[in-house]
């Protein structure tokens, strides 16, 4: 079982770029395809990016594609969102995630992943 931590969010004006980091305990993120999900308020929880458990391909959100950056550092055992270009509309609850299935048809899609990080809070001001 891992344990994830998520940190590096704040408040940031619209233009700007944060970096959040996972880190993992427990288990190694090598181990697990790893996600980047988020949660506006009063909306449904969506999919940012994903890194797969073999080979390390990215896969991201069409909404986020060219802002967003996922990647993972073994050695540290984190997991990495670089987000450039802040929007307004980016602004949620940030949550790290990691699941054991490997299937890419999936791999964006939160009911797959069976741990997840309490999150952290972005906010984009105008």
């Known amino acids: 079982q891992v344990q994830l931590v998520e940190s590096g969010g704040g408040l940031v004006q619209a233009g700007g770029s944060l970096r959040l980091s996972c880190a993992a305990s427990g288990r190694t993120v090598s181990s697990y395809g790893m996600g980047w999900f988020r949660q506006a308020p009063g909306k449904e929880r969506e999919s940012v990016a994903a890194i797969r458990r073999s080979g390390g391909s990215t896969y991201y959100a069409d909404s986020v594609k060219g802002r967003f950056t996922i990647s993972r550092d073994n050695a540290k055992n984190t997991v990495y969102l670089q987000i450039d270009s802040l929007k307004p509309e980016d602004t949620a609850v940030y949550y790290c995630?990691?699941?054991?299935?490997?299937?890419?048809?999936?791999?964006?899609?939160?009911?797959?992943?069976?741990?997840w990080g309490q999150g952290t809070q972005v906010t984009v001001s105008s």
């Open positions: 995630a990691a699941r054991s299935v490997q299937t890419l048809a999936t791999i964006l899609r939160p009911s797959t992943y069976d741990y």
